[in-house]
T-cell receptor
Framework: GQNIDQPTEMTATEGAIVQINCTYQTSGFNGLFWYQQHAGEAPTFLSYNVLDGLEEKGRFSSFLSRSKGYSYLLLKELQMKDSASYLCAVSYNTNAGKSTFGDGTTLTVKP | EPEVTQTPSHQVTQMGQEVILRCVPISNHLYFYWYRQILGQKVEFLVSFYNNEISEKSEIFDDQFSVERPDGSNFTLKIRSTKLEDSAMYFC????????????FGPGTRLLVL
């Protein structure tokens, strides 16, 4: 299988920084997505990493290590509206964009 | 800003009935997808569609499922004989082109099979 592992739940405080980790099987790896999903809504694209390193986009950054099968999403200056599920999804062996999703990490931001 | 739209937002059907879920992808996009998410579970890939044919499909996408792009704008998912376990949120997504990896998701159709 193509197991994608991420923590089930995390809690953080408003204004703080939180890192959400994701590990995946490396065989056939193309790239890795992070999505944000609020309850009852569709996933919203946050980032796509295909090369090693850190990509920063405002308050959100995403890191990838291809050799380690590891990624993280870093959220800075947390706001209450950042409370949501964060989905790690991996594209394997495909040009058609098929993605395998992890179970998601539910982040709760507290005042 | 262009967006993916889906209709209906909610659908209730009886087991064994056929349903058609409709999507209008972003107009210049070339790749189209269907995903489903059973309540409380993860998003699951169903099928991708490019150049008027299926590119990839998952093991979930059996003979009861079909997709079609009947005209230049709509992209449909048909479930021929619905089962209770087909109850889920169904998301359509589209992507612009090869090399443009961002997939834009529609708001979803919540399907309830009774």
């Amino acid at each position: 299988g193509q197991n994608i592992d991420q923590p089930t739940e995390m809690t953080a405080t408003e204004g703080a920084i939180v890192q959400i980790n994701c590990t995946y099987q490396t065989s056939g790896f193309n790239g890795l997505f992070w999505y944000q999903q609020h309850a009852g809504e569709a996933p919203t694209f946050l980032s796509y990493n295909v090369l090693d390193g850190l990509e920063e986009k405002g308050r959100f950054s995403s890191f990838l290590s291809r050799s380690k099968g590891y990624s993280y999403l870093l959220l800075k200056e947390l706001q209450m509206k950042d409370s949501a599920s964060y989905l790690c999804a991996v594209s394997y062996n495909t040009n058609a964009g098929k993605s395998t999703f992890g179970d998601g990490t539910t982040l709760t931001v507290k005042p | 800003e262009p967006e993916v739209t889906q209709t209906p937002s909610h659908q209730v059907t009886q087991m064994g009935q056929e349903v058609i879920l409709r999507c209008v992808p972003i107009s210049n996009h070339l790749y189209f997808y269907w995903y489903r998410q059973i309540l409380g579970q993860k998003v699951e890939f169903l099928v991708s569609f490019y150049n008027n044919e299926i590119s990839e499909k998952s093991e979930i996408f059996d003979d009861q499922f079909s997709v079609e792009r009947p005209d230049g704008s709509n992209f449909t998912l048909k479930i021929r004989s619905t089962k209770l376990e087909d109850s889920a949120m169904y998301f359509c997504a589209s992507r612009e082109a090869t090399g443009q990896e961002t997939q834009y998701f529609g708001p979803g159709t919540r399907l309830l099979v009774l």
